[in-house]
Antibody, heavy 118, light 113 residues
Framework: EVQLVESGGGLVQPGRSLKLSCAAS????????MAWVRQTPTKGLEWVAS????????YSRDSVKGRFTISRDNAKNTQYLQMDSLRSEDTATYYC???????????WGQGVMVTVSS | DIVMTQTPSSQAVSAGEKVTMSCKSS????????????LAWYQQKPGQSPKLLIY???TRESGVPDRFIGSGSGTDFTLTISSVQAEDLAVYYC?????????FGGGTKLELK
């Protein structure tokens, strides 16, 4: 059974950092691209970043470029999202998701809440 | 960025009804080299994460009931539920994966009439 378990969320002040993790099991992690998608009641679902199977290619939305870094460790079956210089508008539930290269997000984690507030 | 527009934003339905919802993209999602439309549909129930229903605009994910039917091409897409069941009450999102950034529609919420 595919499992994606996010961790690392919480309450953080504006300008500070947070690192999310997504531990994967039940599939061959190194065969799948990985992504982070966030959701808020006002903006809905927003793709945040994606990383290729080997980690050599990364993509991110403009609003997080230079602040968020996606990475993965295939030996640990885990992907990460390092979030720096956090803003109130980054407040959201963050989901980890998998994809086969060039395809839709086929598995999603349960989500982790990130709240940016003073 | 490709803008995804879903209509209606909400729809009240009765069990057994046929339901259709629309998703329009601001540019074509049809990749000429392989003739595939890079469009997916997801279902999200309250308190749960999104679940992939349909990809390539019309291919059902494994285990998805055949009452869920995806259709359309280019910029206009439709998700049809042939006979709504109580467990189908959820928010449905379309999403393109044609290029980056991936974008989602605003969702169509199915509610009980």
């Amino acid at each position: 059974e595919v499992q994606l378990v996010e961790s690392g969320g919480g309450l953080v002040q504006p300008g500070r950092s947070l690192k999310l993790s997504c531990a994967a099991s039940g599939f061959t992690f190194s065969n799948y691209g990985m992504a982070w998608v966030r959701q808020t009641p006002t903006k809905g679902l927003e793709w945040v970043a994606s990383i290729s199977t080997g980690g050599g290619d990364t993509y991110s939305r403009d609003s997080v470029k230079g602040r968020f870094t996606i990475s993965r460790d295939n030996a640990k079956n885990t992907q990460y999202l390092q979030m720096d210089s956090l803003r109130s508008e980054d407040t959201a539930t963050y989901y980890c998701a998998t994809y086969i290269t060039g395809k839709a997000f086929d598995y999603w984690g349960q989500g982790v809440m990130v709240t940016v507030s003073s | 960025d490709i803008v995804m527009t879903q209509t209606p934003s909400s729809q009240a339905v009765s069990a057994g009804e046929k339901v259709t919802m629309s998703c329009k993209s601001s540019q074509s999602l049809l990749y000429n080299e392989n003739k595939k439309n890079y469009l997916a549909w997801y279902q999200q129930k309250p308190g749960q994460s999104p679940k992939l229903l349909i990809y390539w605009a019309s291919t059902r994910e494994s285990g998805v009931p055949d009452r869920f039917i995806g259709s359309g091409s280019g910029t206009d897409f439709t998700l049809t539920i042939s006979s709504v069941q109580a467990e189908d009450l959820a928010v449905y999102y379309c999403q393109h994966y044609y290029n980056f950034p991936r974008t989602f529609g605003g969702g169509t919420k199915l509610e009980l009439k």
